[in-house]
């Protein structure tokens, strides 16, 4: 059977929220999204995120979530790739690839005309993946503030 690319769908929110929490977990932190807001957002006519998900035979096997932005700098909405994640049983088998082929169309038809991201410096096996897909790498300090 064939791994199917497609925006996530209210039936998809089980499997979907165990996938982003292992992604939380596989880079040393904690998803605290609730189901329900997963819900709001999958569901929403407005939501404040894209979310597609890798799946095979209604097994989600990855994932990724795009938000649009503004660059004030460059005067032009861009694309924030918050999440690509692909379980370990299915890494090596192109799904993510075809996770960020999916993420650059959707973020080209949304009128963004860049594409941004960021992954732990320890994740070398991301680093070198999105290397290979043509992206170039900016070293940039990532902070935040709890509000």
């Given at each position: 059977m064939p791994v199917v690319i497609r925006p996530a769908e209210w039936s998809d929110c089980d499997g979907l929220l165990a996938v982003i929490r292992n992604h939380a977990v596989f880079e040393r932190s904690e998803a605290t999204i609730s189901k329900q807001n997963l819900l709001s957002i999958v569901t929403g006519e407005n939501p404040r995120a894209h979310i597609f998900v890798a799946s095979r035979q209604n097994l989600t096997l990855g994932y990724s979530s795009l938000t649009i932005d503004y660059s004030l700098w460059r005067g032009h909405t861009w694309a924030h790739l918050d999440c690509l994640y692909v379980e370990p049983h299915?890494?090596?088998?192109?799904?993510?690839?075809?996770l960020l082929d999916n993420a650059v169309a959707v973020s080209r038809r949304l009128g963004a005309d860049q594409l941004?991201?960021?992954?732990?410096?320890w994740n070398e096996r991301a680093?070198?993946?999105y290397l290979r897909e043509?992206?170039?790498?900016?070293?940039?300090?990532?902070?935040?503030?709890?509000?």
């Open positions: 299915a890494r090596s088998q192109g799904i993510g690839a075809r941004e991201w960021q992954t732990p410096a680093i070198a993946f043509g992206a170039s790498k900016q070293t940039k300090e990532r902070f935040s503030l709890s509000l």
